[in-house]
């Protein structure tokens, strides 16, 4: 993808602040960081969401993932980190290359936990949810 940054960044037409490169994978540091620490993890294929990974390359950034979310606390002297993908435009993706957010966290950062992404909570009934679950299942 000639227009994708990501992109850009894995062919070295970019700079960036790689801790982590393997033949999948690259993990670089966030040039807008929410912490000190703050890498992402990208697949060095192009996909756009966690929808059009395929499984292997998806278990290969989870690896990633898994061996760098304790390298970047221990780095910034961390004792905790969130760990997430914005999968999706409305959910706030901007650089259409899937990628993994590891954020260190600090005790009293000014941070909030996931169960803080959205203000209005929907309250679904039990059947709702049992429908739900059942169109999951399928
Ligand atoms: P998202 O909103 O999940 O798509 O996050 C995209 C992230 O990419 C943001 O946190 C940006 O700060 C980061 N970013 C954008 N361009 C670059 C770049 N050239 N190098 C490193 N990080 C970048
Ligand atoms: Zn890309």
């Known amino acids: 993808m000639d227009d994708c940054i990501f992109c850009q960044i894995v062919d070295g037409e970019i700079p960036s602040r790689t801790v982590h490169e393997d033949d999948d994978v690259l993990a670089f540091l966030d040039a807008n960081p929410l912490a000190p620490g703050h890498t992402l993890v ?3 294929s192009h996909h756009e969401s966690l929808n059009d990974l395929p499984a292997d390359v998806g278990s290969e950034v989870f690896a ?23 999968n999706g435009e409305a959910a706030g993706q901007e650089v259409p290359h899937v990628h993994a957010h590891i954020v260190p966290r600090f005790e009293a ?30």
Do not use: C, Q, W
């Open 42 to 44: 990208i697949p060095k």
């Open 109 to 138: 950062d000014g941070g909030r936990p996931i169960h803080a992404l959205v203000s209005d909570r929907p309250d679904l009934s039990d059947d709702e949810l049992d429908d739900i679950a059942a169109a999951m299942r399928a």
């Open 64 to 86: 990633a993932v898994h061996a760098l979310t304790p390298a970047a606390e221990a780095a910034v002297d961390a004792p905790a980190s969130t760990v997430a993908f914005n």
